[in-house]
């Protein structure tokens, strides 16, 4: 799925982003006739506007739905005189309009993979200085999961990325990472309680007593995720759209990958993990030999 998810992205370019990173014209219209969305691309086309993306919004609660359409710079004014034109019934009467120049969405885009990226570094910082850098490793590898996962299927559904959707992805790291803490919280556990255990046996039988607690957890997170997808309206629903996709790879890749990483990294030796301190097992027992000191 991430492949897929990633071949779409570059197959689309720089469709996949919205005007607040590649710049454009946005209008607000309100209507009394729908119009649909087809019919408004192809009055574009006619009129030589260029790729336009129209979208119906509403607003939280509300029942009453407006039309938004994002239209390269300069060209929101022709796309709406197009419309009047084509559609004089459907009571197209413009009620707000912003801008966003290219310079400004370039900027966006810098500071919005620079935030990602920073993330990323802190992920494996703290984690590595927390548990153990075999630890940093799983949880970095499970959050960029994560990460390409939610970007993929998001694009896969039709939807543009805008500032918000970063806010929404970094939420979704957030998320990944509380998640893998769990797990890998439970591994530092056993690998204490069971000093004899073979890693393999530890990590299985970690994962086997957060399972539940991990599948409630998201559970009850996505059904309140669903909840403003169903209900809410424009960005709010593309922020939960983005919500659902990530909390189900989160659990995911907290069960399934991070702590496969943290093994392979560790080539399956526990003694690797225990060069460091904090799982050293400790023994009530001292021997009084000199091969025991």
Same mark, same amino acid.
């Given at each position: 799925?991430?492949?897929?998810?990633?071949?779409?992205?570059?197959?689309? +370019?720089?469709?996949?982003?919205?005007?607040?990173?590649?710049?454009? $014209?946005?209008?607000? =219209?309100?209507?009394?006739?729908?119009?649909?969305?087809?019919?408004?691309? &192809?009055?574009?086309?006619?009129?030589?506007?260029?790729?336009?993306?129209?979208?119906?919004?509403?607003?939280?609660?509300?029942?009453?739905?407006?039309?938004?359409?994002?239209?390269?710079?300069?060209?929101?004014?022709? #796309?709406?005189?197009?419309?009047?034109?084509?559609?004089?019934?459907? %009571?197209?009467?413009?009620?707000?309009?912003? &801008?966003?120049?290219?310079?400004?969405?370039?900027?966006?885009?810098?500071?919005?993979?620079?935030?990602?990226?920073?993330?990323?570094?802190?992920?494996?910082?703290?984690?590595?200085?927390?548990?153990?850098?075999?630890? /940093?490793? %799983?949880?970095?590898?499970?959050?960029?999961?994560?990460?390409?996962?939610?970007? /993929?299927?998001?694009?896969?559904?039709?939807?543009?990325?805008?500032?918000?959707? =970063?806010?929404?992805?970094?939420?979704?790291? %957030?998320?990944?990472?509380?998640?893998?803490?769990?797990?890998?919280?439970?591994?530092?556990?056993?690998?204490?309680?069971?000093?004899?255990? !073979?890693?393999? $046996?530890?990590?299985?039988?970690?994962?086997?007593? =957060?399972?539940?607690?991990?599948? #409630?957890?998201?559970?009850?997170?996505?059904?309140? !995720?669903?909840?403003?997808?169903?209900?809410? +309206? /424009?960005?709010?629903?593309?922020?939960?759209?983005?919500?659902?996709?990530?909390?189900?790879?989160?659990?995911?890749?907290?069960?399934?990958?991070?702590?496969? =990483?943290?093994?392979?990294? &560790?080539? %399956?030796?526990?003694?690797?993990?225990?060069? &460091?301190?904090?799982? !050293?097992?400790?023994?009530?027992?001292?021997?009084?030999?000199? !091969?025991?000191?």
């Amino acid at each position: 799925l991430v492949l897929i998810g990633l071949a779409v992205v570059a197959y689309k +370019g720089n469709r996949i982003y919205g005007i607040d990173f590649a710049g454009g $014209d946005q209008i607000t =219209v309100q209507f009394t006739q729908r119009i649909d969305t087809a019919q408004i691309r &192809h009055v574009a086309d006619a009129a030589k506007i260029g790729e336009v993306q129209p979208t119906y919004t509403s607003a939280l609660g509300g029942t009453k739905e407006v039309l938004e359409i994002e239209t390269p710079e300069g060209k929101s004014g022709a #796309m709406l005189a197009a419309l009047q034109s084509a559609y004089p019934s459907a %009571g197209l009467e413009k009620v707000g309009e912003n &801008h966003i120049g290219a310079s400004i969405g370039k900027e966006i885009e810098l500071n919005a993979l620079i935030a990602v990226g920073v993330s990323m570094l802190t992920i494996l910082a703290y984690i590595a200085f927390r548990f153990e850098f075999g630890f /940093g490793i %799983g949880a970095m590898f499970s959050t960029l999961h994560d990460i390409l996962m939610t970007i /993929g299927i998001f694009v896969l559904f039709g939807y543009q990325f805008s500032a918000p959707m =970063v806010a929404a992805i970094l939420c979704i790291a %957030g998320y990944s990472i509380n998640e893998t803490v769990v797990v890998f919280d439970r591994i530092r556990e056993e690998l204490k309680l069971n000093p004899t255990g !073979a890693l393999r $046996d530890v990590i299985n039988s970690a994962i086997n007593k =957060v399972f539940a607690r991990t599948i #409630m957890t998201a559970t009850t997170t996505f059904l309140a !995720a669903l909840a403003l997808f169903l209900f809410g +309206g /424009g960005v709010l629903r593309s922020i939960s759209f983005t919500f659902l996709i990530g909390i189900v790879t989160s659990t995911f890749s907290a069960i399934f990958i991070a702590a496969q =990483v943290f093994y392979w990294w &560790h080539k %399956g030796d526990r003694k690797h993990v225990e060069a &460091h301190a904090d799982v !050293a097992p400790k023994y009530e027992w001292t021997g009084s030999s000199k !091969a025991s000191q």
